[in-house]
Each structure stands twice: as C-alpha cells, then as structure tokens.
C-alpha cells in the first residue's frame, strides 16, 4: 500500500517536474530580430518534418532564409537577404518582402479614380524618368507588421496584419491588410493575401523573394531554367512602364513557354531587353480566371532544386536582378553580383490604374481582395 502510494507521489512530482520545465522552455521559433526606430521586430520560424525551414521578420513581412533541400537532400538558402535588421532598413532592393500598396510601376506616380487625381512618391526614375514604385517611399515592406503564428488547414502557418492608413503614401482610404504564410509537408509555401477598403483604392500585393536555387551567394541565375505559362507580355517604355499594348511573346526572346536558360536569349539584341537591362517585364499568363494553377517552374539542374510557382493572379513580372551590382554583401559574406537572383512576382499587371483595359486593381468598399500564390519545392 506505502510503495504503491510513494509511487504514485513520484510519478505525479516527475510529471509536475517536466510540465514546469516545459513552460520555462522558451520557444524558439520567435527570436528578436533588433529594432526599427525603437521598436522590436522578431523572427518567426516555420519548419515542416522534411527539414523546409523558412525565417521571417515582421518588419516588411519579410522572408529572410528558406532552407530548402538539394537532390542529396542537403539544406541550402535559396534566397538572397541579410544577416541583419539594419541591412534591411539601410539598403535592401526589396530582398524577400511584402511589397504594397501597388506592386511595380505607376507611371509618373499619379493615377485618376472616380475623376479625382491622385499624386504618390515618385521613388524610381528608370532611364531618368520618375515614377513611383512597390508603394513608394515607405511601402508595406518597410513597415512593422503585427505576427502570430496559425495552425492553418494547410500547414503551420503565420498571420501578417497591418492597416494602412487612409493617405498614406498618397494612397485613398484605410485598407485593412492580412497576408499568411503556410508552411506544408509537401514543401509548398501557400501566401494568402487578403484586404478591405473604406474608399476605393488600387491594390496590387506580392511578395519580392529573389530566388539562386544554387543557394544565396552561389553566383549567378543565368543557367537556371525557366518556364512561364504565358503567351503574352506587357511591353514597356525606357521607363520601363507598360505602353499598353499586349504582345504575343512568340518569335521573341521573352518566349519562355519552352524551358529555356535565362541567359540564353538575355543579352540579345531587342528593345524590351535593352529597356529592362534584362528581364524585368510582367507576363500575361494563360490563366486568366482567377483560378490557382502553374504559372512558371525553375530549375537548376546543378543542385536538381525544381520550383513549381502558381497563382491565382493574371501576372506575373520576372526580373532578372539586373540593379544587382555587387555591393550588397549577403548573408554567407558573399556579394551579391548581377544577376545573382531572379524574382518571380505574382501580380496584377504594373501601371493598372492608368490603363482601363489592364485587368482592374480597383478595391471597393465591401469587397474582399483575395489572392493566393504558391511556391512548390522538389527535385529533378
Ligand atoms: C522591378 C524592378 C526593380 C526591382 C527592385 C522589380 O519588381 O520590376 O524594375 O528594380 O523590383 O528591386
């Protein structure tokens, strides 16, 4: 009867024990990241059981590393970034972030809805020509956004929230921003990006993930192949904004609905290519309806490392990193040289609000803005 009771007791302290030291344990999946003007930012870690480890601030909602494995199964750092939340404020070129109000280009940075002119930032001049660009001066991927992380229906997840205010950056009406990453065990990443408005206002989110399936710092992109699901582009001026034409891609080299190496064609002899010093161009992809499906692959033969992108978008702009020039030292210590990374951005077309034939980026109030983009991890 006593040894039955002593054992009870001591199974009860080792369970109170272990429950105390549980507690104690400090989640390491949220780590301080440093500050921005006095406020602290933090790191959020998701992992899936295959070892896929994506790191993300909550300043700019920013992907800041994304492990993902070769064909021998190591782990690698397919994005470009920094090691600290200084280079981030000091001199990112958009590394691995939201990007907001308006992804890309707006000509002149001025738009005319409901026949009132609106004028924002003009924070760009490609070719000497101001424009404003991915939201102007203090865009979604300079602002602290509020992070919790989610059990979503498709992974671990984290919830980004932010309001951006009626004015700001010269934009019309409070819209109410959320925008999650789900992390799965397929090695997908789904973003959700979701908002409401007071006032109509352009919208046009994306995220600005440059990608060096070789890993960060392993020189240049230009052997990787790529696909992209498109018949055809939006050209674009030397300010590199769209003319608003829509042009078949056939017969160019901005035909990739054949896997080609993105250097093959790159440097060739064609305005578009002169214009974006490279790639840096929107694609009118085949899907048209809203729907999530493949919107380009990349591979790099190398590594094997194979991404599958998919949207619900009707764009998407490839860049090409052509403004990388080797100054930017990343986060291996290695500069970062151009055409070291390619972006693969997921949007509604550049310039929208000013071309009324473009798919609309207007967001009314009591509409739910709603798209989602995938990017799909494996090996070939
Ligand atoms: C644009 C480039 C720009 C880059 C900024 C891309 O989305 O298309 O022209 O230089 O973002 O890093």
Request: charged letters at 20%; proline letters at 6%; a negative charge.
């Amino acid at each position: 009867m006593k040894i039955k009771f002593w054992i009870l007791m001591s199974t009860i302290f080792a369970f109170l024990l272990i429950a105390f030291f549980q507690c104690r344990k400090p989640d390491s999946s949220v780590k301080p990241f440093g500050q921005v003007n006095g406020q602290e930012v933090y790191l959020y870690t998701l992992e899936n059981e295959n070892g896929v480890r994506l790191e993300i601030t909550n300043y700019g909602g920013t992907i800041v590393r994304w492990l993902v494995p070769d064909r021998e199964g190591n782990l690698g750092d397919i994005t470009l970034g920094f090691n600290t939340i200084e280079d981030y404020v000091d001199k990112s070129p958009y590394f691995g972030c939201l990007i907001g109000r308006y992804g890309n280009r707006i000509a002149h940075g001025k738009f005319v809805l409901n026949e009132k002119t609106y004028t924002l930032a003009a924070n760009n001049e490609p070719g000497g020509i101001p424009c404003h660009l991915h939201g102007g001066i203090k865009g979604f991927d300079k602002r602290i956004w509020d992070a919790k992380f989610i059990d979503g229906e498709a992974g671990k997840g984290l919830k980004l929230h932010y309001v951006s205010k009626d004015g700001e950056e010269g934009y019309p009406g409070n819209l109410d921003v959320t925008v999650t990453y789900q992390l799965t065990n397929e090695n997908k990443l789904i973003i959700d990006y979701n908002a409401t408005t007071d006032q109509p206002t352009p919208v046009n989110l994306t995220n600005h993930a440059y990608f060096n399936l070789k890993g960060e710092g392993n020189g240049n992109i230009l052997d990787h192949e790529l696909t992209i699901f498109a018949d055809y582009m939006t050209p674009v001026d030397e300010g590199l904004i769209p003319t608003g034409e829509i042009l078949p891609v056939a017969g160019t080299p901005l035909d990739f609905t054949e896997p080609h190496e993105i250097g093959e064609r790159i440097n060739m002899d064609h305005e578009q290519l002169k214009f974006g010093l490279g790639y840096d161009h929107n694609w009118v992809l085949n899907n048209q309806a809203g729907e999530l499906i493949m919107a380009a692959t990349v591979i790099d033969s190398t590594t094997g490392r194979f991404m599958e992108v998919f949207t619900t978008e009707p764009g998407i702009q490839f860049y090409s990193g052509n403004f990388l020039d080797g100054n930017l030292i990343g986060k291996s210590g290695k500069s970062y040289p151009i055409r070291s990374g390619f972006c693969l951005e997921t949007q509604h077309y550049p310039d929208s609000p000013n071309h009324p034939h473009f798919p609309s980026t207007i967001l009314n109030p009591g509409e739910v803005y709603q798209t989602r983009t995938v990017y799909q991890f494996s090996v070939k």
